[in-house]
Structures are given as C-alpha cells and as structure tokens.
C-alpha cells in the first residue's frame, strides 16, 4: 500500500499544458453507459447529488486506476466565500463541517456553501465562474445542525439551465447556471417559499432544507430538516412536496403523516394526524427517470423516543415511499419501522441498481438503514425480492406506550453492523479486565436485542441514532451489482424522564445530555463493543451473499497495544462522509469524526483507494483538512478528476484531484 500527504500551500493552482485532445477524452469514457437511474454516470458529468438519479455514487471513468492512483495530486483548489464571512462572526454562528458533494456538468462544478451560497466553478482551472448569496446566513440560525447544506440540483430543458437550491431558512431559488443570477419568473422573483402549502402554519426557526432536491423530468421534489428536540407534540409536518421547475408553482403534496380520510390515517390513533409532525425526508432523495418514479426515504414522528401521544404503527415514518414524480400519486410504500421510538429514520438515498437474482432479471432499489440492514425491493413494484419477515420484539413497560409487537427483518442480506447486546460476546475483550468493566458498564442499563425499547430505566441501544449506516449513504456498482456500504458501531444510552409540565405537553421525553447520550464509551474510554468500530462491507445484490468487510482505518489500534503489548491490527473508526466508486477502485474519505466514544483513534484525515473485489487498500492520500463531503469524479479537457469537500468553520474548501497533466494526457 502507498501513501503520501497532500500539503502544499492553499492556493488555486491551473495547470499548465495544452488540453488532452478529443480523441483522449473519448478512450477516457471507454464503454461509458447510458446516463440512466441504474447505469452510474456516464460522458464524464456528475448532474445529480449521488452522480446519477439512482444514487450509484458511481462512474464509468477509468484514468484513474491502481497502478497510478499514488500520482494523484492537487489540480486546484477552490476556498469556501463562507471563509471571509466566518471571521467576522461569534461561536454559535459560524458555518458547520463542509459536507456538499459538487454537480459538474459541460465542465462547469456547482456547489453550495454552510452558509447557503452558490458558486459555479471551472473543472479545469478551478476559477470561480459565478457566486450568488441566497443570503440566509444573513438572518437566523437555522434549526438543528445550524449552517449546513449538502448540495443543489440540476435543470435542463437543451436551453435553459437551472440551479435549483432548498435553503437553511426554507427558501427555494431557481439560479441560472449560465448567469448565477435568480430566474425571475420562477415564484417571486427567484424563490418559492417553503413554510407555505404545507396544510398547517409553520415557524421557520424550526423548518428548514438541508438536502439536495431531486429532479425528475420538469418535478423537483424537495423534501425537509425539522426541529429535533420539540418540546411540544404539536409539529411541523414532514410533508413531501413537488414544484414545477420552470415556474415554481407547487404541483403536488404527499402526505408523510395521512390526512382526513386518507389511507393509513388509522395508523395514527386519536387522531393523532391532526399535530404529529416529523416524519420528513431530511435526507437525499432518489429518482429513476425512465419509470417517472421518485423514492423518498423518511423520518421518524415527533417525538423521536416515546410514541404515546401517537399510538399505533405511524404510515409513512420510517419508510421508503414509491410516488410518481409528476403527480406525487403513490406506487408503494414499505415501512422499515413500526411505531418508531429508537430514532432510526431512514438516513440515505435508496440506491437503484439492475441485478439478477436466481436467474431473474429485476430493476431494484436497496435501501440501506441505521439499524444495520438492507432492504431490497423490485423497483417497479415494491415486492420483496428476499423474503422479509416480521419477528416479535421487547415490549415497553412505560406508562402509556404501546410499542409493535413486531418489526421486519429481512432474511437476505445478513447485517452489516453489530445489533443489540444479546450476549458478552458483542462486549471488547481484548484483556479479561477489559471485558468485566465493559459488563459493569452495560449492566447499568436494560440491554437486549435490536428494538429494546426505552425505558425510565435507560436502554443500552445499538445501533444507536448515528447508526450503523448514516446520511452520507452507500454507493453501488452497476457492472457487478455489488453495494458497498461504510458504516459505524456507535451504542448509546436512552433514558426517559418526565419533562417540566410548564414547557412541554409530552408525557416524556429524552432525559439524558451528554456523551452516553450520543455514544457510549467502554472501559478507558475505549469502545463498549468488539471492533470493527467503522468498516466498509461489500454485498453482491444477485445473490444476497456478503463479498467482503473490512475495518475503515487504525481506529484504536494505538491504544490497545499500549494495553496488551500487540499489534491488534486495524481497527476501524467512522467514515467521513459516501463512497465514491469509479470503473477501477473504491474511494472512501476518513477523518472528519475523530475519537467518537474512542472508536474514531488517531487516524489522520485521508482518502483511501480500495481494490473493489477484495476490499484491501490499495493507496492512501492524507489531507490537510478534514473530509467531510463524499467525493465525486468527473473528466474535462481530456483529464479525470476526483472532487471533494474538505474542513469548515471557516476553513471550508473543495479540493480537486487529478493526475499529473503529462500522465494524463497518455491515459485512457
């Protein structure tokens, strides 16, 4: 395995050198397929968040490969506006961790920032095109994660380009991609208010838009962030809603919690539909253009740890939801959890790939969860392509709850991460002593299998509400039918209390702050559980079958030989945001959550190449900043490049990668 450091000074650097000629460019997109929802991104763009509508994270290019990707270097970078702004702001309003994954399409990169601007960008020079400021950061700080935003969406009818950005403060602009500046006659001069047509009245300071939006033929659906800690059972509703992209009139509203006399509105009892809230798609959504379909991902209710003001199974929480993108009419549903009480709302874009199960040919969609499974369906139809089956789990014994008897669990794939604490053996045992202190730990608290639920006692859970797997998602391979998912080992603890009657109107609420709230750490602030602690696993979608896990990084590996005196190998600590897959390797970028619960160790901030069918590392590039967007990949000028989001809180940057112009101009 190779490895180099990335350093050099903060600079935009364009290379030097005449263009690569077409005839390169064209050996470069060697057998590139079709720019389909189930194909992976082909012609070198990267038009949609996940590269295509299906969320492969995947491209065709293959520049790129095992035997030169050690000669990847910086080729630009481009250094947030945000930056500028930060300096001049207190604690509690500077922008968070830099999580955007770019758009490129005809050479032209365009990204959000923290703080809610647009800027397109030059793919080869890195020369900023344009910048507009939806100036958000200008007013409130946004709910929950404050100043965060993940990325815009792309429009095009062969004459008009659109930038279509959801905002902080729930404003939705249409940019032209040419000019940057706002399409007059798309709502009022630019932007569509998203507090309004939702069926209730709706406080911005708790309604806001993270996410990119999905566009789906002239629909762009644009889902929600609520505010996660109510106090109160009366919430903004997680309603999903689709809006002409030529002039922004709202086309259609699906109700993720039923209204009136509409199906599923029995599974909210007492008639609990009429203030439930949540139950948002505050996640990327994914999109397959050929069917018209659209599939939306889902939260769960308010609130997200006692569920007895909202009895019964609660449609459509936690679900993925199947609608027709021009109507919002729905296909199918399927509900992952039944009367959720665990937070484990669906954190990723289902990911649309063809696969061949038993010598049957099915258009799928695998949906990968927090609590360690993955779902696959008939994309179509919403039929189970493995069996899933519906298991009676713990019961609660808090006043006034009533949990599901059961839950679903598919049969195929296996799980991917740790679940529930059954036994000692999911406890760290690297030395006895180790391994008695982490049952003292555990012995605290109620602990028992995957949907233990909370107690007044407080409840050992695992996977926690970070998962397992987490927002950044999974990427799939259209050649081989292989997902890889990197995902996280993270328990935490939830305990019950009965809130001040004077704030609130819940009967409970979380009780707990702090890190156990979070994540619970073990014995010397090592983990609680058996590594690995982050890993990525690989899982071929025509047989079900598990191809290969290995551990993400050292995680705390240090630590435990300073204990044992061994080497206990590679560890694994959290991954820093998606995989990015190309024809040749694996990408995954690590470093951006350091010593979460003592699984994150030492390990530096680095993107790594894995070979795809073994999963070993095949190269390793240490940053100067901590990755926090998913990287993608695209070619312009003859020439590929890896693009990716680095740092934050006011030191926020893309960074493009390539190989070296000579090098790549004899590639293909």
Request: hydrophobic share 35%; with cysteine.
């Amino acid at each position: 395995m190779n490895r180099h450091l990335l350093n050099g000074a903060r600079r935009t650097f364009t290379p030097n050198g005449v263009g690569a000629p077409s005839i390169v460019l064209a050996a470069l997109l060697l057998a590139a397929p079709a720019a389909r929802a189930q194909h992976g991104v082909g012609a070198g763009d990267w038009p949609s968040y996940g590269g295509d509508y299906g969320s492969t994270k995947y491209t065709a290019l293959d520049q790129i490969d095992r035997d030169n990707v050690a000669d990847l270097e910086v080729a630009w970078r481009w250094e947030s506006p945000d930056n500028a702004e930060a300096a001049e702001r207190n604690r509690m309003l500077q922008p968070g961790a830099y999580k955007v994954t770019p758009l490129m399409k005809d050479g032209v990169l365009y990204v959000t920032t923290s703080y809610g601007q647009v800027a397109a960008i030059d793919g080869e020079s890195g020369q900023q095109k344009w910048l507009f400021d939806t100036e958000d950061w200008r007013t409130s700080r946004p709910t929950n994660l404050g100043y965060n935003h993940r990325g815009v969406g792309y429009w095009t009818d062969g004459e008009q380009a659109r930038i279509l950005m959801p905002t902080n403060q729930a404003w939705l602009w249409a940019i032209d991609a040419h000019t940057g500046e706002p399409v007059g006659d798309f709502g009022t001069e630019g932007k569509v208010d998203l507090t309004k047509g939702l069926g209730r009245p709706v406080q911005r300071r708790i309604y806001s838009v993270i996410s990119a939006p999905m566009i789906i033929g002239d629909t762009v659906v644009v889902g929600s962030s609520i505010f996660d800690g109510p106090t109160r059972k009366e919430m903004p509703p997680g309603h999903v809603r689709g809006f002409d992209v030529r002039t922004g009139e709202q086309k259609w509203i699906f109700h993720t919690i039923p209204q009136g006399d509409e199906p599923g509105v029995e599974t909210w009892e007492n008639d609990s539909w009429t203030y439930s809230g949540n139950t948002n798609v505050w996640t990327v959504m994914s999109g397959d253009p050929e069917l018209g379909y659209v599939y939306l991902p889902t939260g769960t209710p308010t609130n997200d740890w006692y569920g007895g003001h909202r009895l019964g199974d609660n449609l459509y929480a936690e679900s993925l939801v199947c609608l027709d993108a021009a109507t919002g009419e729905k296909v199918w549903h399927f509900q992952f959890v039944h009367h959720g009480l665990w937070d484990y709302d669906v954190p990723a874009a289902p990911n649309l790939v063809d696969i061949t199960v038993d010598g049957k040919q099915i258009k799928a969609v695998a949906q990968i969860t927090k609590q360690g499974f993955i779902y696959v369906f008939d994309r179509e139809t919403g039929d189970e392509v493995w069996p899933i089956e519906e298991r009676e789990v713990p019961q609660t014994d808090v006043p006034g709850e009533r949990t599901s008897p059961t839950q679903p669990f598919p049969t195929k794939p296996a799980p991917y991460e740790h679940q529930g604490f059954e036994s000692d053996d999911m406890l760290i045992s690297f030395t006895p002593e180790l391994h008695e202190a982490a049952k003292k730990i555990r012995d605290k608290w109620v602990a028992g299998p995957l949907f233990m639920p909370p107690s007044l006692q407080g409840t050992l859970l695992l996977p926690g509400w970070g998962g397992g797997a987490n927002w950044f998602g999974a990427a799939v391979d259209p050649e081989t039918s292989t997902i890889y998912i990197p995902s996280y080992t993270m328990p935490m603890v939830v305990k019950l209390v009965e809130p001040d009657g004077a704030r609130s109107n819940f009967r409970y609420v979380r009780g707990m702050s702090g890190v156990e709230s979070f994540f619970l750490p073990g014995p010397m602030g090592l983990p609680l559980t058996r590594p690995p602690y982050g890993r990525i696993t690989a899982i071929d979608l025509n047989t079900g079958e598990h191809a290969w896990m290995k551990p993400l990084g050292d995680g705390p590996r240090a630590q435990i030989e300073r204990i044992t005196g061994e080497d206990p190998g590679p560890l694994g600590g959290p991954p820093a945001a998606g995989p990015l897959l190309t024809r040749t390797l694996l990408f995954q970028a690590q470093g951006g959550v350091p010593g979460m619960g003592g699984g994150g160790g030492d390990d530096a901030s680095v993107l790594r190449a894995f070979d795809k069918q073994t999963g070993d590392v095949v190269h390793e590039i240490v940053l100067d900043a901590a990755p926090n967007g998913t990287p993608m990949s695209y070619a312009v000028g003859g020439r590929q490049y890896i693009a990716l989001a680095v740092g934050g809180e006011g030191q926020a940057e893309i960074i493009a990668l390539a190989l070296p112009q000579d090098a790549a101009g004899e590639a293909g």
